[in-house]
């Protein structure tokens, strides 16, 4: 099975950066995966890492251990839209199979 | 990129009543389509996995009665919530799987179905 484990809330100021991370224990693994939801609409992709390191991408940045089964979302310079919540999920083996966390919602304040 | 519908956006029904959910992969073939289910301030939980052609992989807890999945497409499966109850409702949200050219296998997402049941 899967668990993933990421925090329920963060809270964080216009232009700052915050860091999203998520721990996973699974018993295959193919990638992982975030994404954003904003409340009423459905998941949106913001990155994959199935390599260990990190993948930049604009404002946002995602990392991947896969020995200590970690990963972290990085944004920067934060916007009001960047409010939402913020989903981790892992992709098992030879699956197109996602297992989501509970999700991280973020609110950003001026 | 490639777009996910789903029909209808919000529906409203009574107790004891069947409510059918559409999943369109609208400019690609998907193999593989998922449907999930989010309550209020909790994330997505999948319900099943539809493979066109063939019966549906239902995760443990879902009742296969209750929830009738048809995927008799690439591009169209249905949810179809029978004898809907007002703990069903729910945010549905289907997706679409197709090999992806990069790394991965791709996962887009629908636009999300409201139930609510009176």
């Known amino acids: 099975g899967q668990n993933i484990d990421q925090p329920t809330e963060m809270t964080a100021t216009e232009g700052a950066i915050v860091q999203i991370n998520c721990t996973y224990q699974?018993?295959?693994?193919?990638?992982l995966f975030w994404y954003q939801q904003h409340a009423g609409e459905a998941p949106t992709f913001l990155s994959y890492n199935v390599l260990d390191g990190l993948e930049e991408k604009g404002r946002f940045s995602s990392f991947l251990s896969r020995s200590k089964g970690y990963s972290y979302l990085l944004l920067k310079e934060l916007q009001m839209k960047d409010s939402a919540s913020y989903l981790c999920?892992?992709?098992?083996?030879?699956?197109?199979?996602?297992?989501f966390g509970k999700g991280t919602k973020l609110s950003v304040i001026p | 990129g490639a777009v996910v519908s789903q029909h209808p956006s919000r529906v409203i029904c009574k107790s004891g009543t069947s409510v059918k959910i559409e999943c369109r992969s609208l400019?690609?073939?998907?193999?593989?389509m998922f449907w999930y289910r989010q309550f209020p301030k909790k994330s997505l939980m999948l319900m099943a996995t539809s493979n066109e052609g063939s019966k549906a992989t239902y995760e443990q807890g879902v009742e296969k009665d209750k929830f009738l999945i048809n995927h008799a497409s690439l591009t169209l499966s249905t949810l179809t919530v029978t004898s809907a109850h007002p703990e069903d409702s729910s945010f549905y949200i289907c997706s679409a799987g197709t090999r992806g050219t990069g790394l991965y296998n791709e996962q887009f997402f629908g636009p999300g179905t409201r139930l609510t049941v009176l």
């Open positions: 999920a892992v992709s098992g083996a030879g699956s197109y199979q996602l297992t």
């Open positions: 699974t018993s295959g693994f193919n990638g």
């Open positions: 400019d690609f073939q998907a193999t593989t």
